[in-house]
């Protein structure tokens, strides 16, 4: 009877023990088979199936390799709006991707509407391109390394015997505390992108757009799915204000875009 009840008592911490294994380990070994899936899939050109398990994937995390890998996916399959969507999103996480921006260029390629952007000064064309030289994680790196240095050659500036060591200490310090700032500066910019998305992209084949937001509204122009645009007002329940690259404005439905 002892023998019995010992063995009843195991078997339930027995229990409970692999309960707690699957719910704690399996979600992660699902996730890590799952992606083992999707690549395997790709590389045998299943790439429906590989699409469907790289969003089911994106829905537990957002990931640029995820999205990029997505991206080839729909490219794959012909689906370039889809594929814009996805590179776009890609890019917006990790923006100093050569990869991801040579893909996306491609995929715009092939959409209906050849956007001409509207002429910029070329310092702001060139911050621009400098601020998205890198992601937030990798300007946050920067910044920390660069207050490191600052502070090194500080100490250098104060303790050391040599003119050309305090001379290499105060420039340079001062240089690199440059960099930490503007290296803030830029990984904030990056984060405001991420967390205010104003992007978006045209999902039907034909979509007018109007002169307010109503079904009534005057039409003044036509864009086509896989056209980047930019959101300027979403004040409006059911519509977004939006401006092309080339500087024509207009109003859009909802439904009608999908935000990056």
């Given at each position: ?5 010992y ?5 339930g ?20 088979v799952?992606?083992a ?6 590389q045998q050109?299943?790439?429906?199936q ?10 537990r995390?957002?990931?640029?390799d ?7 996916a729909?490219?794959?399959m ?10 776009e ?10 990869d ?14 050849k ?17 998205r ?8 790196r ?43 500066v830029f990984?904030f ?15 039907h ?11 009534n509204?005057?039409d ?6 896989g056209?980047?645009?930019?959101i ?14 080339d ?5 859009v439905?909802?439904?009608?875009i999908?935000?990056?």
């Open positions: 009877m002892t023998n019995k009840f063995y009843n008592k195991v078997s911490w027995v229990k409970v023990f692999l309960l707690f294994y699957l719910f704690t380990f399996l979600p992660f070994m699902a996730v890590a799952t992606k899936q999707a690549d395997s899939a790709y050109e299943h790439y429906q590989a699409a469907q398990i790289y969003e089911q994937l994106l829905k995390g957002e990931s640029a995820l999205y990029y890998n997505l991206g080839n729909y490219y794959r012909d689906d370039i709006t889809h594929a814009v969507l996805a590179y999103r890609a890019l917006l996480l990790s923006p100093g991707d050569a991801v921006r040579f893909n996306l260029q491609m995929a715009r390629s092939k959409t209906v509407d956007i001409v952007p509207e002429s910029e000064m070329f310092f702001v064309t060139w911050y621009r391109s400098l601020v030289l890198m992601s937030v994680d990798a300007w946050g920067t910044a920390i390394v660069s207050l490191l240095c600052t502070m090194l050659l500080v100490l250098v500036y104060l303790f050391a015997q040599r003119i050309w060591l305090r001379k290499v200490g105060f420039f340079g310090g001062l240089l690199f505390f440059v960099v930490f700032l503007a290296a803030n990984g910019q990056q984060q405001h992108s991420l967390l205010h998305r104003t992007g978006a992209i045209i999902m084949s034909a979509v007018p757009v109007k002169s307010t937001p109503s079904a509204g005057t003044l122009f036509i864009l086509h799915e056209t980047r645009v930019n300027i007002d979403d004040t409006m329940r059911g519509w977004r204000e939006i401006r092309v690259a500087g024509k404005s207009g109003w439905e909802l439904k009608e999908e935000v990056i």
